[in-house]
Structures are given as structure tokens and as C-alpha cells.
């Protein structure tokens, strides 16, 4: 899993509730990313960011917000108005000039 | 939006044998690549092949791409039972801050002992 790191590994939470997942990496990347992932439906993106203080919708973005202040840290917020938001959250890295990403470990949100 | 579709969708053979996956895509790539990952765990990079490159190598691992097709193939050889994992092709599009990648749904390998 590289130098990213992401916790908790598992999150329970109730309906209407808004939960943040952390996202670390020391791997001094520009790149980062979050992602969603369901049974049988592989990753979808949900917000990227290349710069500090720059950040960019995904393909999946409604319900969920992010913020970049450290080059470090690109924490999601899952809000209220997530219809769906029980799934398992990926989040990555990239270094600028190269076209792999490195992974952390999930966080698994389970909303009740 | 997926991107990359693999097949099959899963895959079971014997320690020893070759595994071949598929992934075809529909618009025009940067480059494609393929990820594993174990089961509850994060993806981890395997290899990547440029959109004008024909054929790459990476120890065990084969990826060929064809873009007149828009389909690559994986090839594990002499799998083993640590192999087991799902695979993922993504294709890579758009440049310089726009460029992001977009993941098939996978494809589950078991590997029997």
C-alpha cells in the first residue's frame, strides 16, 4: 500500500449523518484522488486533485465534498445528501511526470 | 463512466497454467494499465503500456495492446496460488491536469493449489 495511508479502516455511521475519511501520504506526490468502489462495479472516481488548493469533480462527485490544504492530506467528506454512500473508499496518489497511481488501503463506510 | 470492459469476469485454473485476461475500451488512450488487488485491500500497479507500444514484459507478466481494436490482453504466466486477486485494466485519457484514469469492473483469478 505504499506511503498512503487511510483511516479508519472500517466506519459505521448513521443515516444524516456526515462522516470525513482521511487520506495521507508521504510520498511527496501532486496527485491525488479519491475513489469509490462497489460489488461488481469497479472504481469510480470521485474527486482528484493536482495542486494544493486546486481540486476537480469526478465522475461521481454529488454528495460528497473534499478539500486540499496540504500537499499531504486530501481528506473526503461524505454528506447527508449521498443517496448511497455504504461502499468501500480507495483513495491514491500520483507523482507528476508518471502514470501510476499507489493506492491506501480503504476505508469501508457502512451507513445504517 | 467504465471505460474498460474485462472478460471474463472470472477466471479459475490449476497452479502452472497461463492466465489470459481481456479488456477492451471504446475511446482513444494514453496508455492503459493494470492493477490487482487482494480482496478488502487497496489496488497495487502492475504494468503499463503506452498507446504506441505493442507488447510490454514485466517478469511473469505479459500485456499486449492492440488500438485498432481497442482491446489489451494480460497473460500471468505459471500462475500460483498467490496470484489469486482481482484485475483491473484502466485507461488513461485527457492530459496534464485533466488526465485521470477510468477502471473496468475487474475480473476475480483463482488460483487452485
Known amino acids: 500500500d505504499g506511503g498512503i495511508t487511510q483511516s479508519p479502516k472500517y466506519l459505521f455511521r448513521k443515516e444524516g449523518q456526515n462522516v470525513t475519511l482521511s487520506c495521507e501520504q508521504n510520498l511527496n506526490h501532486d496527485a491525488m484522488y479519491w475513489y469509490r468502489q462497489d460489488p461488481g462495479q469497479g472504481l469510480r472516481l470521485i474527486y482528484y486533485?493536482?495542486?494544493?488548493?486546486?481540486?476537480q469533480k469526478g465522475d461521481i462527485a454529488e454528495g460528497y465534498s473534499v478539500s486540499r490544504e496540504k500537499k499531504e492530506s486530501f481528506p473526503l467528506t461524505v454528506t447527508s445528501a449521498q443517496k448511497n454512500p455504504t461502499a468501500f473508499y480507495l483513495c491514491?496518489?500520483?507523482?507528476?511526470?508518471?502514470?501510476?497511481?499507489?493506492f491506501g488501503p480503504g476505508t469501508r463506510l457502512t451507513v445504517t | 463512466s467504465q471505460q474498460g470492459e474485462e472478460d471474463p469476469q472470472a477466471l479459475s485454473i490449476q497452479e502452472g497454467e497461463n492466465a489470459t485476461m481481456n479488456c477492451s475500451y471504446k475511446?482513444?488512450?494514453?496508455?492503459l494499465q493494470w492493477y490487482r488487488q487482494n480482496s478488502g485491500r487497496g489496488l497495487v500497479h502492475l504494468i503499463l503500456i503506452r498507446s504506441n507500444e505493442r507488447e510490454k514484459h514485466s517478469g511473469r507478466l505479459r500485456v499486449t495492446l492492440d488500438t485498432s481494436k481497442k482491446s489489451s490482453s494480460l497473460l500471468i504466466t505459471a500462475s500460483r496460488a498467490a496470484d489469486t486477486a482481482s484485475y483491473f485494466c484502466?485507461?488513461?485519457?485527457?492530459?496534464?491536469?485533466?488526465?485521470?484514469?477510468?477502471f473496468g469492473k475487474g475480473i476475480t483469478l483463482s488460483v487452485r493449489p
Open positions: 486533485s493536482q495542486i494544493v488548493n486546486d481540486f
Open positions: 491514491a496518489s500520483r507523482m507528476n511526470g508518471r502514470y501510476e497511481q499507489y
Open positions: 475511446t482513444s488512450i494514453n496508455n
Open positions: 484502466a485507461t488513461e485519457r485527457g492530459t496534464g491536469a485533466n488526465s485521470k484514469l477510468t
